[in-house]
């Protein structure tokens, strides 16, 4: 009996560690992954906030833009006064210039006419600057000038305003000065050859034409500027840098000092 017993015992042995073993190779993979998801659970949020700050900039960039667009489309229209005028040219010349040289520069308001109160037309709003306008065009006869120049901002606009003041100018003649399709010598040309009262173009050109003597100011009574209408994308002549650069540079190349003499009146419509 004692050696059966005995025989027992290291049976019972090997049956009390079999089970001890299953549960060893049971926890062994059991307790990898959970020591992976620790791992992975900082990466994960440390990888997501980039990610998310990143969209959150492109979305307020994308805000940005609308909030300009929707600035635009919302500011109730405002006719412009001579006031525009003079803080545009000091803000343009402010860093450039010389405080004796910005007063040459400014403009008194005896220098510009009427403002438009937007209610008018353009045939009426020069039918009240210009009440002696038959007899001023009768009176011109000089070549290479023009009594009235009007200055907008493109080609298109300027075939528009050439048909809007049909009631106002009569029997007058219009010269087209922008660069579309229209060469500068052939411009030059018709100025040297034919009288014409009215100019009405671009600020680049005009500019080119004085600069190059085919255009001559001496005559010119009125300059009007463009200065209300807005384009496709809601800018007005002054909000195109480009526009605004060349007709800051046309009035100081000779208008504003016309204007301080008394010869030329400037008007804004």
Not at 22 to 49: G, M, N, W
Not at 97 to 108: A, N, P, T
Request: some cysteine.
């Amino acid at each position: 009996m004692c050696h059966k017993k005995a025989l027992q015992d290291p049976s019972d042995d090997e049956a009390i560690e079999k089970p001890s073993d299953k549960t060893a190779i049971h926890q062994d993979p059991d307790s990898k992954p959970a020591v992976k998801k620790k791992r992975k659970q900082p990466t994960e949020c440390f990888l997501s906030q980039p990610e998310e700050k990143q969209e959150s900039a492109v979305k307020a960039k994308k805000r940005k833009k609308k909030k300009i667009s929707d600035v635009l489309e919302k500011s109730s229209p405002k006719p412009g006064v001579p006031e525009d005028l003079q803080n545009l040219l000091s803000q343009h010349f402010g860093a450039k210039r010389s405080v004796i040289e910005i007063e040459e520069l400014k403009l008194s308001d005896s220098c510009f006419l009427p403002a438009n109160d937007l209610t008018h037309s353009f045939s009426s709003y020069l039918k009240e600057i210009c009440p002696k306008w038959a007899k001023l065009r009768k009176n011109h006869k000089e070549k290479k000038s023009v009594v009235m120049l009007v200055i907008c901002s493109s080609a298109l606009r300027s075939l528009e305003l050439i048909k809007s003041m049909t009631a106002f100018k009569g029997d007058c003649r219009v010269l087209k000065l922008f660069a579309k399709h229209i060469k500068i010598k052939e411009q030059i040309n018709m100025l040297e050859k034919g009288v014409f009262h009215i100019g009405v173009g671009t600020p680049g050109r005009i500019k080119a034409l004085v600069e190059q003597d085919g255009l001559c100011l001496n005559s010119t009574k009125y300059m009007i500027l463009d200065w209300n209408w807005r384009d496709q994308k809601l800018r007005r002549m002054m909000d195109i840098p480009e526009i605004k650069k060349e007709t800051i540079d046309l009035l100081e190349m000779s208008i504003i000092k016309l204007c301080r003499e008394g010869s030329v009146k400037l008007g804004l419509f």
